[in-house]
Nanobody, 121 residues
Framework: QVQLVESGGGLVPAGNSLTVSCVAS????????IGWFRQVPGKERETLSC???????YYEDSVKGRFTISINAARDTVYLQMTNLKPEDTAVYYC???????????????WGKGTLVTVSA
């Protein structure tokens, strides 16, 4: 059974950094993409970044240069390091996984329940 569990959210002042984590269990496929998305109530879920089994990364233009995605050596945890946070980064941050080919940072097959990040002005 696939599970994606996010953690690391919280309240941070603007300008600070925060790293959120996604622990993936039951992910036995050789080819996959895991990514980070966020959603503000009343708005559509926004794609942020993805990393695949070859550690190729993708970033939306809106977060390039501020956010960095990485995966640990055991390949069971994906991190999103966020720097210079702004109040508009406040959202629930979700981890998503995709095994459908071609690997893309959209139409994910699995989702976590999210972790709330609040950036104060």
């Amino acid at each position: 059974q696939v599970q994606l569990v996010e953690s690391g959210g919280g309240l941070v002042p603007a300008g600070n950094s925060l790293t959120v984590s996604c622990v993936a269990s039951g992910f036995t496929w050789a080819y996959y993409a895991i990514g980070w998305f966020r959603q503000v109530p009343g708005k559509e879920r926004e794609t942020l970044s993805c990393i695949d089994n070859d550690e190729k990364t993708y970033y939306e233009d809106s977060v390039k240069g501020r956010f960095t995605i990485s995966i640990n050596a055991a390949r069971d945890t994906v991190y999103l390091q966020m720097t210079n946070l702004k109040p508009e980064d406040t959202a629930v941050y979700y981890c998503g996984g995709r095994i459908k080919r071609p690997l893309m940072c959209e139409n994910m097959d699995f989702w976590g329940k999210g972790t709330l990040v609040t950036v104060s002005a």
